[in-house]
T-cell receptor
Framework: AQSVSQHNHHVILSEAASLELGCNYS??????LFWYVQYPGQHLQLLLK??????LVKGIKGFEAEFIKSKFSFNLRKPSVQWSDTAEYFC????????????FGKGTKLSVKP | DVKVTQSSRYLVKRTGEKVFLECVQD?????MFWYRQDPGLGLRLIYF???????EKGDIPEGYSVSREKKERFSLILESASTNQTSMYLC?????????????FGSGTQLSVL
């Protein structure tokens, strides 16, 4: 079955530390890849997405993600986190253009210490 | 951007009650989705609808049903609420972005079943 794995359940960092959240997906042909963020008390928001083209994707708030096809990975990165980045981050994959039927990872909670 | 409105932000119900969760969209999209979000489990698809009166089971449909009588409204129904249905429920609409999809989420309904 197709699946998405997020390796870390909870990550705790100090401000200005660099961030990398892992995401791996199972093989299934053509994929669209997403990272969503949910800030405390708020709804899910799209952070960035990869459909095709440049595998290094820039998102909002200084986040980026790199699609590495050979590793089935789409890791999220930020060079210097801020306290306001405290949130839960979800990786998601859709296969073969299946509209909206995303498979989500279990989420990674990020806590940034001021 | 599409606007996805979930009528209740918080609901408290008793075991055995019938519960209706409403989701309304403002842009005539065919597809609408219901997810639930639980700590450590991430987002899981309950049901989706691809047109009026059309519905498909997602990954965890047991204990739920849905109704799509009008295009703009997609209701999730808990026929007899149970404590294990305490969760955050999210409605989502997929939209096209350069030929591929991304999801817009509602604010969520936090349901507590006592």
């Amino acid at each position: 079955a197709q699946s998405v794995s997020q390796h870390n359940h909870h990550v705790i960092l100090s401000e200005a530390a660099s961030l990398e959240l892992g995401c791996n997906y199972s093989y299934g042909g053509t994929v669209n890849l997403f990272w969503y963020v949910q800030y405390p008390g708020q709804h899910l928001q799209l952070l960035l997405k990869y459909f095709s083209g440049d595998p290094l994707v820039k998102g909002i708030k200084g986040f980026e993600a790199e699609f590495i096809k050979s590793k089935f990975s789409f890791n999220l990165r930020k060079p210097s986190v801020q306290w306001s980045d405290t949130a839960e981050y979800f990786c998601a994959v859709s296969y073969g253009g299946s509209q909206g039927n995303l498979i989500f990872g279990k989420g990674t909670k990020l806590s940034v210490k001021p | 951007d599409v606007k996805v409105t979930q009528s209740s932000r918080y609901l408290v119900k008793r075991t055995g009650e019938k519960v209706f969760l409403e989701c309304v969209q403002d842009m005539d999209h065919e597809n609408m989705f219901w997810y639930r979000q639980d700590p450590g489990l991430g987002l899981r698809l309950i049901y989706f609808s691809y047109d009026v009166k059309m519905k498909e089971k997602g990954d965890i449909p047991e204990g739920y049903s849905v109704s799509r009588e009008k295009k703009e409204r997609f209701s999730l129904i808990l026929e007899s609420a149970s404590t294990n249905q305490t969760s955050m429920y999210l409605c989502a609409i997929p939209t096209a972005d350069g030929g591929r999809e991304k999801l817009f989420f509602g604010s969520g309904t936090q349901l507590s079943v006592l």
